[in-house]
């Protein structure tokens, strides 16, 4: 079974400062996918990043990053330069990279809350 | 619209009573998934349809939810004798099935239940 653990039920951060937020997982797994979603107050899950287990190079997606730590099991979602619209809540998953086993499973989410 | 869809956005329902909620999936997206998210947790997995295959109902709660995808397309969650557990928000997500593990899922908004 897969396990998705976020540590920060809550974070504050300054405006323009860079955020890291906290993934750790635990599967059985060989190959995985990890990914990071944004849920502002609407309700809609935005997909924000993606990084496959056997990718040697950590994902960049404009200001998102993820660092990638296999060997501690961790992936982290780093925000730089934050901005006001960037106050939500951010959700750590995962996915087994079998065929036909694509649901994701979720952790319990970050709010982040950017202050002018 | 291009995005997922889901209708109703609110529905207050008496306890005992049965519910419908429905998804418009993205056009051409073969996956669909439900999920359910309950106040200040993650997101729980319920069923996940790809293409004709049998679909995964490994994370339906209890034998009064039930799911049917009508012609690869429209996804009905139909939940039976709801209780007041069953209130949640139910997110609808469709996405292309493609590279193993790199399921970039786009989310509706959600519907919103509640059960008195």
């Known amino acids: 079974a897969q396990k998705i653990t976020q540590t920060q039920p809550g974070m504050f951060v300054q405006e323009k400062e860079a955020v890291t937020l906290d993934c750790t997982y635990d599967?059985?797994?060989?190959?995985?996918?990890l990914f990071w979603y944004k849920q502002p107050s609407s309700g809609e899950m935005i997909f924000l990043i993606y990084?496959?287990?056997?990718?040697?190079q950590n994902a960049t997606e404009g200001r998102y990053s993820l660092n990638f730590q296999k060997a501690r099991k961790s992936a982290n979602l780093v925000i730089s330069a934050s901005q006001l619209g960037d106050s939500a809540m951010y959700f750590c998953?995962?996915?087994?990279?079998?065929?036909?086993?694509?649901?994701?499973?979720f952790g319990t989410g970050t709010r982040l809350t950017i202050i002018p | 619209g291009a995005g997922v869809s889901q209708s109703p956005s609110n529905k207050v329902t008496e306890k005992g009573k049965d519910v419908e909620l429905r998804c418009d999936p993205i056009s051409g997206h073969t996956a669909l998934y439900w999920y359910r998210q309950s106040l200040g947790q993650g997101l729980e997995f319920l069923i996940y349809?790809?293409?004709?295959?049998?679909?995964?109902k490994s994370g339906l709660p209890s034998d009064r939810f039930s799911a049917e995808r009508t012609g690869g397309s429209v996804s009905t969650l139909t939940i039976q004798r709801t209780q007041q557990e069953d209130s949640a928000v139910y997110l609808c997500?469709?996405?292309?099935?493609?590279?193993?593990?790199?399921?970039?899922?786009?989310f509706g908004s959600g519907t919103q239940l509640s059960v008195l």
């Open positions: 997500a469709s996405s292309l099935v493609g590279t193993a593990g790199a399921e970039k899922l786009f």
């Open positions: 349809f790809q293409g004709n295959s049998a679909p995964d």
């Open positions: 599967t059985s797994d060989p190959s995985y996918g």
């Open positions: 998953a995962m996915s087994s990279a079998l065929i036909g086993n694509e649901k994701l499973t």
């Open positions: 990084q496959g287990s056997y990718d040697q």
